[in-house]
């Protein structure tokens, strides 16, 4: 028997046709309070396992946390940082995780924050995470610019993930 024999045939593959025209929704956490704004992309509201944005169908793919200032602050002390660490861990396991800081660095090192704690504790601890972690934190000031960069992250990923299932219509095909 031969390699092909014994690979079965999947009709319905042929019926999904090109994926080319397709545009990823954005799952936007049930748990966040003040959702970014999103005028490219389509939303809907879900029960994420992690993090706050990803997209329908790719919930296991990607994953962005997102934080402002006083929030990682205050995920750098006490019983926050072990809650914020379980989180950096859980997106350990997605293709693409992010972690989304809406301010700048220059907030932090102004110290420009509620908490007494150093900047130069906040700045090493993030130095930590993301070396522990391998989770890129990612610093947009703007509100608007930082639901921009969640929609480019999700279209892309998205299409990385169409493209993979062209390619395996087209050696179908065959």
């Known amino acids: 028997?031969?390699?092909?024999?014994?690979?079965?045939?999947?009709?319905?593959?042929?019926?999904?046709?090109?994926?080319a025209e397709f545009r990823p929704v954005v799952v936007v956490d049930t748990r966040e309070q003040t959702p970014l704004i999103f005028s490219r992309l389509e939303t809907v509201e879900g029960g994420l396992q992690t993090g706050d944005y990803s997209f329908l169908g790719g919930e296991t793919v990607l994953a962005v946390e997102r934080k402002s200032v006083p929030d990682l602050v205050a995920c750098c002390v006490n019983s926050n940082r072990g809650r914020f660490e379980r989180e950096l861990h859980r997106l350990r396991g997605y293709r693409f995780a992010r972690?989304?800081?809406?301010?700048?660095?220059?907030?932090?090192?102004?110290?420009?924050?509620?908490?007494?704690?150093?900047?130069?504790?906040?700045?090493?601890?993030?130095?930590?995470?993301?070396?522990?972690?391998?989770?890129?934190?990612?610093?947009?000031?703007?509100p608007t610019e930082a639901?921009?960069?969640?929609?480019?992250?999700?279209?892309?990923?998205?299409?990385?993930?169409?493209?993979?299932?062209?390619?395996?219509l087209r050696g179908h095909k065959a």
């Open 147 to 168: 639901a921009r960069q969640v929609e480019t992250w999700v279209y892309w990923s998205a299409r990385e993930i169409v493209e993979a299932a062209n390619t395996l």
């Open 1 to 19: 028997m031969t390699t092909a024999e014994t690979i079965p045939k999947y009709p319905a593959l042929k019926r999904l046709g090109s994926l």
């Open 99 to 142: 972690v989304l800081v809406v301010g700048s660095r220059d907030e932090i090192e102004r110290g420009e924050y509620r908490s007494g704690l150093s900047p130069k504790v906040v700045l090493h601890s993030i130095a930590a995470f993301e070396a522990r972690y391998g989770i890129p934190f990612v610093f947009i000031d703007d």
